[in-house]
DNA sequence: GCACGTTGATACATTTGGTGACAAAACGGC
DNA sequence: GCCGTTTTGTCACCAAATGTATCAACGTGC
């Protein structure tokens, strides 16, 4: 599977949970971090828990076994309907150069370089993180999607790694940390780029 | 439900099938042929055919009941996920900055810029509900329906949550804090933003 | 093995907003 | 007007959420 995404584009993946290796939800982590394409969970496992760990993994519907085929067909355009005319996320950023706020990001040299003529740069988690604010700008995320998002983990109750990495991060962009106003807190839901993105061709 | 769509805007509809009088397909269609809101049909019809026909109507899942209520939360995100667009749920006012009585918001910086030059920062919670009263110029909001537009939740009896959030946010913008001109207080009804609201840009 | 950078975990400081108490204001009946 | 009642304003306190410094674990390149 690997090596045919790597070759090809797919529309949709139809991934069974129990397989030999590496497991199902496993290989959902990694495509979700890895992009966005849909996917539709397929599996004996009818538990309740095991369709919520799916979909909380960021599969877009999970289908129980035994299953009708023609159940399969119209689960499939409904992901597809929804997914294939979607223009209003930003692609992907990979190659790309990115102007936001007062900044621009060389998402293949990994560094910003800030109006003011200065440049950082960003560690591979920094630049993950942040690209997943600059596709989805003014959107709030919370943590656990955002966990998901970077390294494909949940998030434990007491976990601040989120926190960390947003601090990091802020501390290479905002102007003013003490007041953060291009990634912002929204209390109780998540964080939020609240800027214009515009990418540069 | 018709009167409610054509008076604000929903991000999702959780559809019964099983209703007296119109049922819940035809309900689906109609909605399918006058826009694109996400819909999730709920049913005791565990039936194949039925699930079949509600997602070739034009929903995006179709949830058999009994279900856990956590499931259809992870349904609801899943279909959100996709759907994107979500700004914040607050409308047309992202990345804007509004005009209203001497005072200028920035939603973006969440900042309130007075006409004497001054500028205080707002929390998100008074940004919240800031614009909620934005949003709703003149019209008198009842406490509990700030309560479920700020946080989504119910207010208990002795409840004075909104009360201080609207005395923090009074702090904030009433140039005589002794007599709110902003926002005023419509006894035994609620509050209400009496002035006139300009969007900019 | 060692120096280095990155990242997650932990601990602690700070901020935010909900709660309950009480004061102030509004209202109604007289 | 006067009083009692209800409603609202806001203060002080506290629990929860968040920011971040620091440390440990880990990997990487030499």
Redesign the interface.
């Known amino acids: 599977m690997d090596a045919a995404l790597a070759e090809d584009s797919y529309d949709l993946i139809v991934l069974d949970v129990m397989m030999p290796g590496e497991d199902g939800l496993s290989v959902c982590r990694r495509l979700r971090v890895a992009g966005s394409i849909?996917i539709l969970m397929l599996t004996a496992l009818g538990d309740?828990d095991d369709?919520?760990r799916g979909?909380?993994l960021?599969?877009?519907?999970y289908l129980p076994k035994p299953f009708?085929p023609?159940?399969l067909v119209?689960?499939v355009?409904?992901?597809l309907?929804?997914?294939s005319h979607?223009e209003?996320?930003i692609g992907h950023l990979a190659g790309r150069r990115v102007k936001f706020s007062h900044l621009e990001l060389d998402y293949d040299q990994a560094v910003l370089a800030s109006n003011d003529g200065t440049a950082v740069p960003l560690t591979s988690g920094e630049l993950k993180l942040l690209s997943i604010f600059l596709e989805?700008p003014?959107?709030?995320l919370r943590r656990d999607?955002l966990a998901l998002l970077t390294a494909g983990r949940e998030l434990g109750p007491l976990d601040r790694t989120i926190d960390n990495q947003v601090s990091r991060l802020r501390r290479k962009i905002e102007p003013d940390i003490l007041?953060p106003?291009i990634i912002?807190?929204?209390?109780?839901e998540g964080y939020?780029l609240?800027?214009?993105v515009e990418v540069i061709e």
Chains 1, 2 share one sequence.
């Open positions: 849909p309740d369709r919520i979909l909380d960021g599969a877009d519907d009708n023609r159940e119209s689960r355009r409904a992901i309907r929804r997914t979607r209003n996320g989805r003014r959107a709030t999607e007041r106003r912002r807190t929204i209390r109780n939020c609240s800027c214009d």
